[in-house]
């Protein structure tokens, strides 16, 4: 019987196309041009398509009469009453250019655009239509295409050579579709079910979903300030464009014009619909990180009062590397099945105080009169009231049941859960095949995304046998991810042994080492070093376990280090433990964090600059660390270690020079002067707590995700070295605290600051390696991190062993200098400024100020920064580095 399925299943879709019957043709304008994702909408049944970049459509009804809507902005609608047969009706739908009326307005010195009482009253209605449903469900069908518009000189030649020989033109670099079951419950409940999915190419985060499940009645949608925010008259100007009749109502174009154009605001045009003032259609354009988005929304009534959306349109277009990019989707929303907010009346009249004060006053205190209880009650239908007492009656409310809903969560761990997402994909969701997809697809394919797909088709083909020919891939998901392991050409060959080999003993177990390469370094007191980390570790239910035997070796002072550490982890992300137990003898740098290793290597090698300081040490560490939960961790370790300082054993550079001449191994220190010492031995305990108190997250498939920047970080650490263990040890006690946040400014800039205070009691005996160091910078190319380190200073001169506080403040700005110029804007450079200042008792103040770019090419930053010490001039410089708040790029 399973033999015959398929073929039955065949035979009944194509069965069922012979059978279906509706309405089908093609809208165009007066010159017969197309008119590409024209809503079709059949107001009965609450079913609608859009025309395909042709201009064709297909919709299939049941036989009897329907009222089909044919409409396409800035053309008026067409209502046609067809009655639909036992088959296909071919029907050509001619749209006419839209006769926008414009009322005619006296326009005084006192007087303004009638736009402004348009928006404000919508404006004021925003809250309430977006509380106006208590539920809905509905069928989302999303497509999506995307190819290459141009390639970057350099490598153009190359990249068409190899696309050519894969039999793929930039035309067809992304096609997707899917089809899936939405639904939404107040407040902040979202579920969909992906019923089928078929995607070739990548997207390259272009998805528009995130436009799709949001509301342009929230204040915010995207990352970018909403027409309809309350905030709006700070960011954008409105002007009257006329009106024009649809559905029994007047529908007004209004234009949104940005204060201040630039990334986060929209432009274009809005529609909304008389007295009931909500969205009618829109026509929007945006820019994020230099990428444009243009957003265009079709409503339809659903029920009386509630207009919702059915279509929209989302085109992507940008640059990156110069790589010209375009993406287009298509997301046709239909069969809604809505439930009314019973506690919200269906109808009422808004009122623009600004414009009738005296009708306004005395709409709200007979709303204030006749309450009882709460506002909300009085707010009958047919009741007229201001917007700005609207705004205040749905704030209440809107209060009044978040105290509700919190009174009724047992599990207080999920008070901050502030959004509910369950996402779920159909078993058989990418199983379907072509004649699947001709049934339910809403939108007839073009001829072009006909060839597009079978074209795309056969390259995957291809590709799939390839794969199976080659290497096999076992995906394994559990607690740590996605875990990926090679099941064919597993075995050792030549290359390994630079480049790092990776081998499985059984199923649970894996040996290897890491690549010598990346771990080949120079400084002065070592010369050329290397070190080889070798691994051996475990991966099961229970828990992972590892084993790392490292090998370091010294060129200049012919020495061989080595050390072996053993970690045991085990539980969730959230809830886990990690237990590590490290000896040996090695060399360590006296700040581990001061410069990135591969630039001290440049810095040597090219400039004669040995900014790497080291000293040896045999040790015997361990350290243990437990996450609470999601906001609190805590960490402990203990360290007995008995180091030795050490001289210089290699002046080699690249490019000697008289000028230049490396320096001590043993740097300079306000507090200690000369730190060159012999023998010091060091047994020290360590305690650190590490919590994001007020942390918010989003549900997903009944998992938590962190928000992030939804809370400060505070980390609180003791560290307190004893003696009578070890000869010449070190004494001190000390306490330490570090606060580090971003603030979003909405849309004109982020704030980042981290505060880093602390003291040492008592200490004795203290060497360099033991100072409180500072995250400091003294060459051109930079990995530190932007927002909390110093540009200028001495990595070791500052440090210190006395009461410190640590400042650094980093703020980016929308629109500064350069970033009012457009074309700035639109790559998407940020300007940004910084104030960095470190006192120390032991210490002058050191104080830095600057200006950067950040984001050039996306992903870099250009600073200029002067310092200052006890508030007298000392030096400048200029940086090269990674862009600040890299990680909102991405968001």
Known sequence: MKRYLPTFLLFYVCYQTILAQGIRGKVTDQSGNPLPYATVFVTKVQVGTATNEDGQYEIKLDPGSHEVRFQYLGYTTKVLNLQVGSSWQDITIILDEEPVDLQTVEILDNREDPAYTIMRRAIGKAS??????????????????????DLPRLFRKKIEKALEEEGIDTSTAFVTESVSEISYQRPNQFKEKVISVRTIGEDNNTSPNQFINSSFYHPDIAGAVSPLSPKAFAYYRFEYLGFFPDHGFNINKIKVIPRSAGDNLFSGTIYIVDHIWSIHSLDLNTSIWGIKFNINQVYQPIEENVWLPVNHIFDVTGSFFGFDFEYRYFANIQNYQITLNPDLPSDFEVIDEKIEKERAKEADNSVTKNSTTSSLESLSSGKEISRKELRKIIREYEKQEAQEELAEVKDTTKVDVIQLTEYEIDSNAYKRDSSYWETIRPIPLTDYEVKGYTKMDSISRVEAEKTSQQDTIEMTIGSEGVTINKKKNDSFSLGDILLGGNYKMNKKVRFGWESPLTNLHFNTVEGYHVRLPFFIHNISETGRWRISPVVHYSFARNRLNGSLSSIWNFGDKYTSTTLKIEAGRMTEAYNPKAIDPYISDFASLLWERNYWKVYEQRYIRTSWNQSLNEK???????????????????????????KRAYTSNFPFNEELGNTAFDTSGLSQIKFSWTTEPWLKYRMRNNRTERIENSSPKLTFTYRGAIDGILDHSAQFQQFDFQFQHLWSIGIRGDLSTKINIGTFINPKNLTVIDLQHFPGNRTFLTAS?????????????????????????????????LSRIPLIRTLGWKEAAFLNILESKGAQPYTEIGYGINYIFRVFRIEGVASFVNGKYEDWGIRLGIASNLQSLFN
């Open 785 to 817: 991190d932007p927002v909390q380190s110093f540009r200028l200073m001495d990595y070791y001169r500052f440090s210190t062993q006395s009461s410190y506080a640590a400042v650094f403040t980093h703020y980016q700005f929308r629109k500064l200098l």
């Open 128 to 149: 309430y239509h977006e509380q106006q449903l208590d539920a809905y469900t509905a069928l989302s069908y999303i497509k999506g295409t995307g190819r290459l518009k």
């Open 632 to 658: 609190n961790k805590i960490a402990a370790e203990i360290l007995i270690a008995e180091r030795r300082g050490l001289e210089n054993h290699s002046d080699h550079s690249f490019f000697d020079s008289d």
